[in-house]
């Protein structure tokens, strides 16, 4: 969370960074955080000059609350779910929905009935503070997050509040660039590189599992494109989706192939419901990626082909342009990362089972890999997906997950040659 410094005499931005980021020349990470710096005089050292009086936003980086001070039932629930805000812990929640996406970011939503004379409730729950928070699950840490504003609801008889919020990265989907860093142009840097550089003014992290692929020559983010949005465009262009760690860190990965870790039955528990969602119209036989054209070089083509639409005699063709495709290496994954989330969008279940611990007394990964055979949802076959999100819901005294379910090629590229429903 950022800190707020106001300038007195003496003070000089390099002062301020060493006081509090240990560091003279993280000055550049405080000019980032305060525009208003831009366009100032510059001292010897090259720092905007500041003033007696000026209020600054220091990026203090983030750190994982650590122990709790203080336990505060909100309500009379069960104490599964918990939230930690500024060392008290929240508990008691009779209603909640956790939401853990694979290729996403997390979120949470707490309920519980209102008490408005909990002071450490109405301390921590102020709107607009966006305070720092950690969400636990049966005493497990499911990620590190930001709270968001509370959402009170007053009726005649009662009231009730409800606790948002997300990741800390979740800032990334929200916010664009600062002005200090326009124009926001990278040429010969890695996708990591470039989330690096964007993500320090909002003091996310950003990891990686696997490779960052090859540079870019020349990418820019425009001035009303949020950060996560721009990022996105080039993960997809190497082939690598984003979700978020525990510690609520950005996180760049490579889909990889695994084994079903548990299977689910048409009219066995814990199985309650499977619906499938196709979505037709978006449903292509052939998708070709094309490298745009210069004086220089001659553009190149890619094309997917959709052998499900083509035995079928289907032909229904998409085109696009690929953005900083030099190679046809680079092209072809590209369009490929495309065919997989066309794939990912058209083919999908929504499935229902009771109870949250479906796995060896254990909370489930994201990227669950589930088998499933339910004939009267069109899966005459016994077909391994992949779990896109899992909503973990409490209403009442009912538990139940809801599994986002879409094929395991939409990530790895390899689409099945048989579909769940032949």
């Known amino acids: 969370m950022s800190k707020v410094h106001k300038v007195v005499s003496g003070d000089t931005l390099g002062a301020i960074a060493i006081k509090y980021l240990g560091s003279f020349n993280k000055w550049h990470d405080i000019v980032l955080a305060n525009p208003q ?23 203090v980086k983030e750190k994982m609350q650590g122990g709790v001070t203080t336990t505060v039932e909100v309500a ?10 500024g060392g008290k812990k929240f508990v008691g929640f009779t209603g909640y929905e956790l939401n853990l996406s694979f290729d996403s970011l ?18 921590a729950i102020e709107p607009f503070s966006f305070k720092s928070c950690e969400i636990y699950y049966q005493g497990t840490l499911v990620f590190n997050g930001r709270l968001l504003t509370p959402d009170p609801k007053l009726e005649d008889v009662s009231s009730e509040i409800t606790l948002q919020g997300y990741p800390l990265c979740g800032v990334l989907n929200d916010c664009n660039v600062p002005p200090a860093k326009y124009p926001a142009q990278y040429k010969g840097l890695t996708v990591k590189q470039i989330a690096d550089e964007l993500a320090q003014a909002y003091s996310v992290e950003v990891g990686i599992q696997g490779n ?7 990418v820019a983010c425009e001035p009303s494109e949020s950060i996560l949005s721009f990022l996105t465009k080039l993960l997809k262009q190497r082939g690598l989706l984003f ?7 950005l996180l760049f990965f490579t889909a990889k192939e695994q084994k079903a870790a548990i299977s689910f039955i048409e009219g066995e528990a814990p199985l309650l419901s499977i619906t499938p969602k196709f979505n037709a119209q978006n449903f292509y036989s052939h998708l070709t990626g094309f490298t745009k054209t210069d004086k220089e070089n001659d553009s190149l083509s890619y094309t997917f082909k959709n052998k499900y639409l083509i035995n079928k005699g289907v032909m229904r063709y998409k085109s696009m342009i690929i953005d900083d495709a030099k190679t046809q290496s680079d092209l072809e994954k590209a369009v490929n990362t495309q065919a997989g989330k066309m794939f990912a969008d058209c083919v999908s279940y929504e499935l ?5 611990i479906l796995i060896d007394n254990r909370l489930c990964k994201k990227g669950l890999c589930v088998c499933v055979k339910a004939p009267k949802a069109m899966i005459r076959l016994e077909t391994n997906f992949i779990a896109r999100n899992i909503k973990m819901i409490r209403t009442g005294d009912q538990k139940t997950t809801q599994l986002s379910l879409v094929l395991p090629g939409s990530y790895t590229g390899k689409i099945p040659e048989v579909m769940p429903w032949e």
Do not use: M, W
């Open 37 to 59: 710096l831009t366009g100032r005089k510059t001292a010897i050292d090259g720092s905007p000059l500041i003033f007696p009086g000026d209020i600054l936003v220091v990026p």
């Open 76 to 85: 009379d629930g069960e104490q599964d779910v918990a939230i930690v805000i």
């Open 106 to 123: 997390d979120t949470f939503s707490f309920s519980a009935p209102y008490d408005n004379s909990l002071k450490d409730l109405q301390e």
């Open 212 to 218: 960052a692929g090859a540079s870019f020559e020349k």
């Open 243 to 249: 979700t978020n760690d525990e510690k609520g860190n």
């Open 352 to 356: 229902t089972c009771e109870g949250h």
